[in-house]
């Protein structure tokens, strides 16, 4: 059964459509900080690597 097309249910839509437009954008954020998050500790894991292998003399 579709909704009747009023003023109201047009603006609860827009309202709606705002909230998961700043759902998405938080989401980007967290990605985008997991991902620096994730990086970091790959170079770390890196230097450590080197390290080892410098130590070992490899």
Do not use: N
């Not at 009023?6 to 985008?32: C, N, P, S, Y």
């Not at 970091?40 to 390290?51: L, N, Q, S, T």
């Amino acid at each position: 059964m579709s909704r009747p097309r009023t003023r109201m249910v047009l603006l609860a839509a827009r309202a709606q459509l705002g909230l998961a437009e700043q759902g998405a954008d938080l989401l980007e954020q967290k990605r985008d900080a997991l991902l620096r998050e994730l990086y970091r500790e790959v170079r770390i894991v890196f230097a450590a690597h080197d390290e080892l292998e410098a130590a070992a003399g490899v």
